[in-house]
């Protein structure tokens, strides 16, 4: 199973904005998360579009790929606090205000899902699925019949 990785540093948006729209695409295919990705309404979604296309070329050039790109999926995406830029804003009465100006690292890993094994049955017989643990072999039974509801109060009278 193949395994890509694709990181981006020093994007200019916090960690927490980026989160939100990972959490979109986390677990889902590679197209179902680009087409996603093209429209969220957040401006990191086009940051993260780069970086899941940059993701699947890795995958692409790794030996032991399969060459279906239909098959990947993204399997862990995350943003880590990067350094925050520290600037100063003008206050009333001469004060000044500190304003963080964050920053953050993304990371994309995306994988291949691995082929259904599917057991083919001999001389055309149908494959049984297995029965669970302890369960006792059907057997044809009549239906049960039903005991007629009890009448409450308000119907006896």
Not at 98 to 111: M, P
């Amino acid at each position: 199973m193949i395994e890509a990785t694709a990181t981006s540093r020093y994007i200019r948006t916090s960690a927490q904005k980026a989160g939100l729209v990972l959490d979109l695409i986390r677990g889902k295919d590679v197209n179902r998360a680009l087409a996603t990705l093209k429209f969220a309404r957040k401006s990191v979604a086009e940051d993260i579009t780069k970086l899941l296309q940059s993701a699947i070329a890795n995958a692409q050039q790794k030996d032991g790929f399969s060459g279906d790109v239909d098959r990947l999926f993204v399997s862990a995406c995350y943003a880590n606090q990067g350094p925050s830029q520290k600037r100063v804003r003008p206050a009333p009465m001469g004060r000044a205000f500190r304003v963080l100006k964050r920053t953050a690292h993304l990371t994309v890993h995306v994988s291949e899902r691995p082929e259904k094994i599917v057991a083919v049955a001999a001389d055309g017989e149908a494959p049984k699925r297995p029965r669970r643990a302890g369960a006792a072999p059907k057997t044809a039974k009549a239906p049960a019949k039903r005991a007629p509801k009890a009448k409450s109060t308000a119907e006896k009278e």
